[in-house]
C-alpha cells in the first residue's frame, strides 16, 4: 500500500503546475519503432526526424542478428560489475575496436554515456583542480564537473578568447585543469574549434575531455571530431556512446592506458554498476563492422541535411543536426504539432535543455531517410518559417 504524504503530493502538484504554465512540462510518450525511421504513436505513424539513430543500424538485421547470438550464447545480462564477473570477453573486443577506430591506446566501456560522463571528472580531479566547461556542452558533462568538486569556470560557446581569458587568469592557481566540450554540439549541430582548443591546452597545461556521441560513425570517416580536421585534432580524453550512430546501448572512454587503467579501479560508475549486457556488446560490434566499411552509408546522413538546408533556405550543415530556432516555447511546440500533422515527428526543445530564447525544432537525419521524406519535410517547414517571420 502505498504510503500517503500530503506534503508530497501538494509539492509535485504545485511544482508540475508552474512547468505546465511555463509550457515546460515534458511528458513520456509511448512509441513503438518499426523498421528504418518510422515510428508509432497512438495507431498513427509517422517518419522520425528526431532520433540520434543517424545510420539507422537499430533496425539493421544484421546488428539484430548480432545482438540475437550474443543473447543465445551468453545470456540477457551481465550478471555483475566488470571487477567481480561482469568482464565478458565481448567487452575487452569492444574496448580494443573502439581503440583501433579512435587511434587511442587503450578504451574502457561504461553503461551509458552519462554514466561515462559522470566517471571521468570525479575520478581525474578534486578539490584544488580546475574545470572549464563550455557553457552549452551536454548536461551529463556539467554533472561529471560538479561531482569532480572542482571549481568550475563556464566560457561563452565556442569563444576561444573567452577560454583563453580563463585560463591566463586561472591556471595558476590550481593543481590540475580540464577543459571539457561536446565534439559535435547535440542541439546546435556545430563542431568545438579543437585544433585551437587543444594548442591553448597544451599552452596552460590542461587537460581536454571531446564528448563524440553525436560524431562517431558520421563525421572524419566515422572516426569522430577529431578526424574531421586536418591535421587530426585527437584530445587525450575521447568520450562517446554507443547508442546513437551504433545503435546500440552503452559508453565508453578512449584514453592512454594508464588512465584507462586508473578509472577502472577508481571510476564509481565502473566500479559500482552492473556491466555492459552481452546483446548491447555484440550489438556495438556488428555496427562498428558496418561504420568501418560502408563509406557512402556514412556520408548519407549529411547529405540529406544538406539537402534539407538548401531547400529551407538555412545555412549549409557540418553534420546530421539542423536546429531551427523558433524563440518561444509555443511557438516551438506548435510547429512541432503541426509537422505531426503532416506525418513528421520532430520534437519541440525548450529550456533547460536549451537557452531560454532559443526554443526549437531540433531535426536529425539518418541514412535510412529517403529524398522524398526530406523535401516533404523542407515544404512543411519553409512554410512554418515564412509565417514566424510575418508575425515577427
Not at 575520478?123 to 564537473?145: F, P, Q, R, S, W
Not at 591556471?171 to 574549434?193: C, K, L, N, Q, W
Not at 546530421?320 to 516551438?332: H, M, Q, T, Y
Request: charge should be neutral; glycine fraction near 8%; aromatic fraction near 6%.
Amino acid at each position: 500500500m502505498q504510503s500517503n504524504s500530503p506534503s508530497l503530493e501538494k509539492f509535485a502538484a504545485r511544482k508540475l503546475a508552474g512547468l505546465e504554465k511555463r509550457q515546460l512540462r515534458r511528458c513520456l510518450k509511448e512509441s513503438n519503432n518499426s523498421a528504418g525511421m518510422q515510428v508509432e504513436r497512438d495507431g498513427q505513424t509517422y517518419v522520425n526526424f528526431c532520433s540520434n539513430d543517424y545510420l539507422g543500424l537499430a533496425n539493421d538485421p544484421r546488428v539484430i542478428k548480432a545482438a540475437q547470438d550474443a543473447t543465445a550464447r551468453y545470456g540477457a545480462g551481465s550478471g555483475a560489475s566488470r571487477l567481480v564477473t561482469g568482464g565478458h570477453h565481448l567487452l575487452f573486443e569492444l574496448e580494443r575496436r573502439l581503440a583501433r577506430l579512435k587511434g587511442t591506446e587503450d578504451c574502457i566501456v561504461f553503461g551509458s554515456g552519462y554514466l561515462a560522463n559522470l566517471a571521468i571528472a570525479p575520478a581525474l580531479l578534486g578539490v584544488g583542480d580546475l574545470v572549464l566547461v563550455d557553457e552549452l556542452a551536454h548536461a551529463c558533462i556539467h554533472a561529471g564537473a560538479e561531482l569532480s568538486r572542482a571549481q568550475i569556470r563556464k566560457f561563452r560557446h565556442n569563444d576561444l578568447d573567452h577560454l583563453r581569458e580563463l585560463l591566463d587568469t586561472e591556471r595558476s592557481a590550481y593543481r590540475h585543469a580540464m577543459i571539457m566540450t561536446d565534439g559535435v554540439f547535440s542541439m546546435d549541430g556545430d563542431f568545438a574549434p579543437l585544433p585551437e582548443m587543444l594548442a591553448l591546452a597544451d599552452r596552460y597545461d590542461a587537460w581536454t575531455l571531446v564528448d563524440d556521441a553525436h560524431a562517431v560513425g558520421v563525421v572524419g570517416d566515422g572516426k569522430g571530431s577529431s578526424a574531421y580536421f586536418e591535421p587530426q585534432a585527437t584530445a587525450p580524453l575521447q568520450m562517446g556512446t554507443l547508442s546513437k550512430a551504433l545503435g546500440s546501448y552503452g559508453g565508453y572512454l578512449c584514453a592512454s592506458h594508464t588512465v584507462c587503467e586508473l578509472l577502472r579501479t577508481r571510476a564509481r560508475p565502473l566500479v559500482f554498476t552492473t556491466a555492459l549486457p552481452p546483446p548491447s556488446i555484440g550489438a556495438a560490434l556488428a555496427a562498428l563492422d558496418i561504420v568501418e566499411s560502408d563509406a557512402k552509408r556514412r556520408e548519407r546522413p549529411l547529405e540529406l541535411a544538406k539537402r534539407f538546408c538548401a531547400a529551407v533556405g538555412l545555412p549549409v550543415p557540418v553534420s546530421p543536426i539542423v536546429p531551427v530556432l523558433l524563440g518561444s516555447e509555443a511557438r516551438a511546440l506548435d510547429a512541432s504539432a503541426r509537422l505531426q500533422d503532416q506525418g513528421f515527428l520532430v520534437t519541440a526543445i525548450r529550456p533547460p535543455t536549451v537557452p531560454r530564447g532559443t526554443a526549437r525544432l531540433r531535426i536529425t537525419f539518418s541514412a535510412t531517410h529517403t529524398e522524398a521524406d526530406i523535401d516533404q519535410l523542407a515544404q512543411g517547414v519553409r512554410l512554418i518559417l515564412q509565417e514566424t517571420s510575418e508575425t515577427a
